[in-house]
């Protein structure tokens, strides 16, 4: 079991921490890093976050109906989930860089090869089975490895990388759908893939998985601090440390949380644009309504990891994880094309800050050491709540030839996150404190 909590090393850990709270911002190699990172994620979850897009072309050439489609999604997130704890311990055991290189090299061939499909087996295979491992190994590494360089103003660095989880959807919605309707659905992924090619072998060529090799030490580190190995040096302490880790209770509580907030998001970026659509709305102006959402979701990205880091992290999480379910019940009353992006600005406030608060969550509660097993972990509730919101509306529409039900499902699962949140533990201290002195042991 973990060790007791020593005082000594919690008072240091919180004397140190307590600089933070005052920003200070220089020049440092972790800024490129980060600016790599965010852009890398834009490219890499470009095509799942637009998903929604496809629908209906898909459905039109080859006369599936919605379930079927959308089950290639939940596929998708699955196995991207199955591979997501794999996918963490990749990066935490041979670096960041090496993972990202081996995922966006399978993310550019999947993307290839989904262009070709023509049977509805081959689009599970190839978009569901192994683009799901792809932005795996390509997406999952990519926090714990930019949380490895920031020392202090942890929760500035990962504000500005969520927010590219706003921004990437907001530039691919349109781009996406301009696509579908000039090039057809297939040159939208020949397209996207050849394209990112091109960014993913420069920016992972100028990557570095730590400051140590650059003879740099994290931002925000102090005169006299001593900084630790970079993990990828220290297999055998990132494995002990990980089995005390599973001794936690906040190791699963976390991806719970991730699961149950990622289900009631995924309906709404799946399923707004054909509900849209039902209204009226044409498939371009439907892509605007998700890409206005996007764009409202950038500040709450960004400034709700820095509130969580500076105030309390289960509160700040708590309040968006409810904005992000009660403003669904907008949708039973949403009819015309102003009411679409009413509520669009709403339920972008709350789905944005959804997600902010876990990688400062994993740093009051597991500190310093290796993120990428946690991390992977909460990907795995993530990918599987994707997978179930995403399939199950198409599912639901099959059976009833409406939406409400999936609609409620949105919202009872983010409250349920929302409940959840308010019942973890206190992070006033550390789960594992003095943890390197365990894995000694």
Excluded at 195 to 214: D, R, T
Excluded at 266 to 283: F, H, Q, T
Aim: net charge neutral.
């Amino acid at each position: 079991m973990p060790a007791s909590p020593n005082p000594t090393k919690l008072s240091k850990v919180n004397s140190i921490d307590s600089q933070s709270s005052k920003p200070t911002f220089y020049w440092h190699y972790a800024w490129v890093v980060l600016a790599i990172a965010v852009i890398l994620q834009m490219v890499g979850s470009s095509i799942r976050m637009a998903f929604g897009v496809f629908i209906d072309p898909l459905s039109d050439t080859f006369e599936w109906d919605q379930g079927n489609i959308t089950l290639a999604y939940a596929i998708n997130n699955i196995v991207s989930a199955l591979a997501s704890p794999m996918a963490g311990r990749l990066g935490d055991y041979f670096g960041t860089r090496k993972a990202m290189a081996l995922g966006g090299t399978m993310f550019i061939v999947g993307m290839l090869i989904t262009g070709v499909i023509s049977h509805l087996w081959q689009f599970y295979l190839a978009y569901g089975v192994f683009l799901g491992i792809a932005q795996a190994i390509f997406l999952v590494p990519m926090v714990p490895g930019v949380m490895r360089w920031y020392r202090r103003q942890l929760g500035w660095a990962m504000g500005l990388l969520m927010a590219s989880w706003g921004i990437g959807p907001a530039i691919s919605f349109p781009l996406m759908s301009y696509m579908i309707i000039h090039l057809e659905w297939k040159f939208a992924f020949w397209t996207t893939a050849f394209g990112s090619a091109v960014i993913i072998a420069l920016l992972i060529y100028l990557y570095k998985n730590s400051p140590s090799e650059m003879n740099l030490q994290p931002y925000g580190s102090v005169p006299g601090e001593i900084i630790g190995d970079p993990p990828e040096t220290n297999k055998a302490k990132t494995s002990i440390f990980i089995g005390h880790m599973k001794k936690t209770a906040a190791y699963y509580n976390m991806s719970s949380i991730h699961f149950l907030g990622c289900v009631g998001h995924a309906i709404i970026l799946v399923y707004l644009i054909p509900i849209a659509v039902r209204e009226g709305l044409s498939p371009v102006s439907a892509a605007t309504i998700l890409t206005v959402m996007a764009i409202i979701s950038v500040p709450s990205r960004i400034f709700v990891p820095v509130l969580s880091d500076k105030f309390g992290v289960r509160t700040v999480m708590a309040i968006f994880f409810f904005l992000q379910g009660i403003t669904v019940i907008m949708l039973f009353w949403t009819h015309e094309y102003w009411t679409f992006y009413l509520f669009a600005l709403l339920f972008g406030i709350g789905y944005g800050g959804e997600s902010g608060g876990f990688p400062i969550l994993n740093r009051k509660y597991f500190g310093y050491a290796p993120q990428g097993s946690p991390y992977g972990f909460q990907m795995f509730g993530a990918s599987l709540g994707m997978a179930l919101g995403g399939w199950i509306g198409g599912e639901i529409f099959v059976i009833t030839g409406t939406y409400d039900i999936a609609l409620m499902i949105s919202v009872a699962a983010s409250l349920a996150g929302m409940a959840s949140i308010i019942l973890l533990e206190p992070t006033d201290r550390l789960l594992i404190p003095d943890w390197e002195s365990i894995t000694n042991e």
